[in-house]
């Protein structure tokens, strides 16, 4: 079967760091991204990890290691409007479908 | 350019009915992908289209079917509903050439079965 874990919540204050993991285990690997969705709003690109290793966008960065099913998004100098679900998907196939995690709801407190 | 759209934004239905929901994807894009979002389920893949045809699918009854018009637009219909799907459906669109493309989310539409 196909598998995509992430914690279901962090909880973290602001101007803190967070780490969020993603393990995954699919039939296939083409990338992994990571997504924002605040509530009641569409999801947004945050990042895409095809090859090991980090890559930083300002304050968010995401890694990942292919070999061991493993990807997280790190987010730093935390702000209130953070406070989001962070989902993890990974590209199954080669047309680019994309098998989801539950997604991680960040609660950043002041 | 104009984002991913979707109509309706809500949607209340009885069960037994039928729905159709469409998707105008970003100018230039021609794949169009939809999912299922529910809060226990997640994001889960629809289908997804490109160039007209259907590219791809996932692991859904036969209620749910889709099409794409030569502009790119996209409706996705959902015949004899059932209380359970009930949920957010989202179209995201991309370019379509390549896996690694991002796919850009509409606002979704918010179906409620009663």
């Known amino acids: 079967g196909q598998n995509i874990d992430q914690p279901t919540e962090m909880t973290a204050t602001e101007g803190a760091i967070v780490q969020i993991n993603c393990t995954y285990q699919t039939s296939g690997f083409n990338g992994l991204f990571w997504y924002q969705q605040h509530a009641g709003e569409a999801p947004t690109f945050l990042s895409y990890?095809?090859?090991?290793g980090l890559e930083e966008k300002g304050r968010f960065s995401s890694f990942l290691s292919r070999s061991k099913g493993y990807s997280y998004l790190l987010l730093k100098e935390l702000q209130m409007k953070d406070s989001a679900s962070y989902l993890c998907?990974?590209?199954?196939?080669?047309?680019?479908?994309?098998?989801f995690g539950a997604g991680t709801q960040v609660v950043v407190t002041p | 350019k104009a984002g991913v759209t979707q109509t309706p934004r809500y949607l209340i239905k009885t069960r037994g009915q039928q729905v159709t929901l469409s998707c105008s994807p970003i100018?230039?894009?021609?794949?169009v992908s939809w999912y299922q979002q529910t809060p226990g389920q997640g994001l889960q893949f629809l289908f997804e289209y490109f160039s007209e045809t259907q590219r791809n699918k996932g692991n859904f009854p036969g209620r749910f079917s889709g099409r794409q018009f030569s502009n790119s637009r996209s409706e996705m219909n959902v015949s004899t509903l059932e209380l359970g799907d009930s949920a957010l459906y989202l179209c995201a669109s991309r370019s379509g050439g390549a896996p690694q493309e991002t796919q850009y989310f509409g606002p979704g539409t918010r179906l409620l079965v009663l």
């Open positions: 100018s230039g894009h021609r794949s």
């Open positions: 998907a990974v590209v199954t196939d080669s047309w680019g479908k994309l098998q």
């Open positions: 990890n095809v090859l090991d």
